[in-house]
């Protein structure tokens, strides 16, 4: 059971300070009044709270965005029907499955009953709970609306989610696609062509035509040298992965990537969904701009939008408005630029940059159709011109040996 140290006033006026065991912190108030004891402060002592679940980050579990924006909209609907928020807590709790949620309630209801913040505790246990989510409890519990704040996070969850799938699915039969044209074009290369060439390469006073001739001279490399092609490739994936964690070329890749056609604008539609929607929730929740700024930047994924945001926040912090500095940056659509400036002029930031949301991910699903449609037929294109390659690469041989036992 949780030990509470306490500083409380006597009948006669005087202080003293104590500790007991309480399951949590009204039983703990309310037996220290029991004693006739006037509770000054009360809180978990500092034994009980590195005794209590997983102290260490490492040792946490954690639960997918799905299962956490359930959670959000649970907690949401059991405040909405009126309970408190420990009631809530627990009511929730006793519905929590799986090895994870348990344990997470418990953590939560434990730093809550000591009088931590639902925004702290959620902190403190990390993840699942990211910048937006204790972004989110910190404003529901500020603003006084934690019921409503909370199903407006859950809603936003709900949409990460769904534009994570879609996003997926539009990529999967691409994916598919490029698999089976790479193990088809190394069969023919590696296998099928040095077979039809063999009798045929030997043959005196025949000159192998170059497509035939790279073809086998590449088949030749890879089954001499493909363990030396292997280490080479974990070379690179592992000198990559040092360069890229440079910030600068982290920049330059997510710079490279957004003036890529396609699927640059499906990486900026994506994003800018999500910040529009993303800081005006935030913002109808009662957080500053500049903080909701802060939050919205590290959900945008994109290094160069989010030194974008960086640009903003100083420029607004001496008195320029939110639409100039998004202009100047030049990666913001100029739809959204004139939301803002209207929603700033007009006092109605917030539900604007909603149905700019809105406004948004209709743009994105547009996006994703367009995608899907133009990715499949750029593979099967490539796929015809490599497979051409490789027929071509067949047939001149038996064309040129043809010709030569007609001659």
Known sequence: MPSFKYECINKDGTATTGSLHAPDKAEAMRLIRDRGLTPINVELSTSARSGSLFTKRKDRPTIKRAELANFVRELATALEAGLPLMQAMRTVREQARGPAMPVIMDFLIERIEAGTPLFSAAKEYGEPFDDLVIGMFRAADASGRMDEVLHQLASLLDRSIELRREIIGAVVYPLIVAGLLAVSTAVLVAVILPMLMKPIENQPNFIMPWPTAFLLGLADFVGNWWWLMALAVVGILLGYKKWIGLATNQRRVDLFLLKMPL?????????????????????????????????????????????????????????????????????????????????????????????????????????????????PPLLLVIMACLVGFVLTAILLPMLEMQSAIGG
């Open 263 to 375: 699927i640059g604008r499906l990486l900026r539609d994506v994003a800018v969904a999500r910040f529009t929607r993303t800081l005006g929730t935030l913002a109808s929740a009662g957080i500053p701009i500049l903080s909701a700024l802060n939050i919205v930047r590290d959900t945008l994924g994109n290094t160069v939008l989010m030194d974008a945001i960086d640009d903003v926040q100083q420029k607004v912090t001496t008195g320029e408005s939110l639409a100039g500095p998004l202009e100047k940056s030049g990666h913001f659509p100029p739809l959204l630029i004139q939301i803002v400036n209207m929603g700033e002029r007009s006092g109605r930031l917030e539900p604007m940059l909603i149905h700019a949301a809105n406004a948004f991910d209709r743009q994105v699903d547009q996006t994703l159709k367009v995608f899907m449609k133009a990715l």
